[in-house]
Antibody
Framework: EVQLVQSGAEVKKPGESLRISCKGS????????ISWVRQMPGKGLEWMGR????????NYSPSFQGHVTISADKSISTAYLQWSSLKASDTAMYYC???????????????WGQGTMVTVSS | EIVLTQSPGTLSLSPGERATLSCRAS???????LAWYQQKPGQAPRLLIY???SRATGIPDRFSGSGSGTDFTLTISRLEPEDFAVYYC?????????FGQGTKVEIK
């Protein structure tokens, strides 16, 4: 079964660092880009950025550039999203998603992780 | 960055009725790289339509997508109880993927 499995919920304090993960299985991890998507409580979906696991090339939404870092370890089929200094406004559900169907590079997100809830509160 | 505007914000319908959801882009979406997703409470989004009109694997044929350029539509021919959810459009034709703000389809 093709799936993305994310790490569990996190509760952090403002200023702390955090890295959450997304492990792919059932397919060739390096053949598909991975994106991260934020969903703040009661709000819509926001694309944050994406990575090509084959070479770790990334690009980010202007809204998130400089605030988060996306990385991947292809040896363990895992992508990461990390913060160096969390803020209360980072409280949200975070999803990873596979760029799976469509053109050669322009693809829709066909497989999603179950989401990781991040709560930042003092 | 391409901005997607969905309408209406909320659609109140009864099971068996037809739902028509709109997604308008601020500039042309290249090669119809437009997708639709369904999200139910407490769940991750699910891909319904890609390439503006191609159904994803396992999606029932009551879901259909159409449109090109800047105007796109998702149609649910006859609403089933499990179709009441929030629907998002997404463009993936540029190097910055963007989502619309969502349309909630609720039971009337």
């Amino acid at each position: 079964e093709v799936q993305l499995v994310q790490s569990g919920a996190e509760v952090k304090k403002p200023g702390e660092s955090l890295r959450i993960s997304c492990k792919g299985s059932g397919y060739s991890f390096t053949s598909y880009w991975i994106s991260w998507v934020r969903q703040m409580p009661g709000k819509g979906l926001e694309w944050m950025g994406r990575i090509d696991p084959s070479d770790s090339y990334t690009n980010y939404s202007p809204s998130f550039q400089g605030h988060v870092t996306i990385s991947a370890d292809k040896s363990i089929s895992t992508a990461y999203l990390q913060w160096s200094s969390l803020k209360a406004s980072d409280t949200a559900m975070y999803y990873c998603a596979r760029h799976g169907v469509g053109g050669s590079t322009n693809r829709a997100f066909d497989i999603w992780g179950q989401g990781t809830m991040v709560t930042v509160s003092s | 960055e391409i901005v997607l505007t969905q309408s209406p914000g909320t659609l109140s319908l009864s099971p068996g009725e037809r739902a028509t959801l709109s997604c308008r882009a601020s500039q042309s979406v290249s090669s119809s790289y437009l997708a639709w997703y369904q999200q139910k409470p407490g769940q991750a989004p699910r891909l319904l339509i890609y390439g503006a009109s191609s159904r994803a694997t396992g999606i029932p044929d009551r879901f259909s997508g159409s449109g090109s350029g800047t105007d796109f539509t998702l149609t649910i021919s006859r609403l089933e109880p499990e179709d009441f959810a929030v629907y998002y459009c997404q463009q993936y034709g540029s190097s910055s993927w963007t989502f619309g703000q969502g349309t909630k389809v609720e039971i009337k």
